[in-house]
């Protein structure tokens, strides 16, 4: 079944070291974004692809990065993670002109 | 700067009564989405509405989306224990020239649905 695919689903770290975070989509889509939902909030998006074009929420810090080498995976790095950074990290996809995002399953980043 | 607000954030109801929630947006919109979430889970895709007088329908919930008063209500009908969850509004900004737009979302309404 064509889908939205994030590994790994539980991902523990330490505070300070690089940990990268993976999505894949089988539906061919355009477009591809990566939402942070800390504990008790609403998902908060970070960062989008259209295609190659990358677009950067104005509020999402640096530490965070981005990486889209074709148009089925993307990657969410964190240079350096901090205790703040434990979340659930929501990647999901929309083919360009439609209108519904798909959501994979999450990743959930634990920093110990 | 588009925002949403839910309300309430927290809902405790018994089976069988009628509930709604509410969602208002800022600034004008094309897009309007409720997604449903459990304890965690990732997000469910419940309804998505399109235009203003939309009203879409499945089981017992029910969504209407008034795009002149930016505000869009899910209607919960005859309430049961398995609706139990957090429900998120989300609204994507007008689209510009095809561009890829991500979704900003209210602050969720805690359902809880007593027997």
């Known amino acids: 079944d064509a889908m939205v695919i994030q590994n790994p689903r539980y991902q523990v770290t330490q505070f300070g070291k690089p940990v990268t975070l993976s999505c894949s989509q089988t539906?061919?889509?355009?477009?591809m974004y990566w939402y942070q939902q800390k504990s008790s909030q609403a998902p908060k998006l970070l960062f989008h692809?259209?295609?190659?074009?990358?677009?950067n929420e104005a509020d999402t810090p640096d530490n965070f990065q981005s990486r889209r080498p074709n148009t089925s995976f993307c990657f969410l790095d964190i240079r350096s993670p901090g205790l703040g950074d434990a979340a659930m990290y929501l990647c999901?996809?929309?083919?360009?002109?439609?209108?519904?995002?798909?959501f994979g399953p999450g990743t959930r980043l634990t920093v110990l | 700067e588009l925002k949403v607000e839910q309300n309430p954030l927290f809902l405790s109801m018994q089976e069988g009564k009628n509930y709604t929630i509410y969602c208002n947006y800022s600034?004008?919109?094309?897009?309007l989405y409720w997604y449903r979430q459990d304890p965690g889970k990732s997000l469910e895709s419940l309804f998505v509405?399109?235009?203003?007088?939309a009203v879409k329908q499945e089981g017992r919930l029910m969504a209407s989306l008034d795009t002149k008063a930016r505000l869009s209500t899910l209607h919960i009908t005859a309430a049961v224990h398995d609706l139990s969850a957090t429900y998120f509004c989300?609204?994507?900004?007008?689209?510009?020239?095809?561009?890829?737009?991500?979704?900003?979302f209210g602050k969720g309404t805690h359902l809880i649905i007593q027997p």
């Open positions: 999901a996809s929309r083919r360009g002109g439609g209108n519904e995002q798909f």
């Open positions: 539906l061919n889509h355009n477009v």
């Open positions: 692809y259209y295609d190659k074009d990358f677009n």
């Open positions: 600034t004008t919109s094309d897009r």
């Open positions: 509405l399109l235009s203003n007088g």
């Open positions: 989300a609204v994507a900004a007008l689209y510009s020239g095809g561009g890829a737009d991500g979704l900003t």
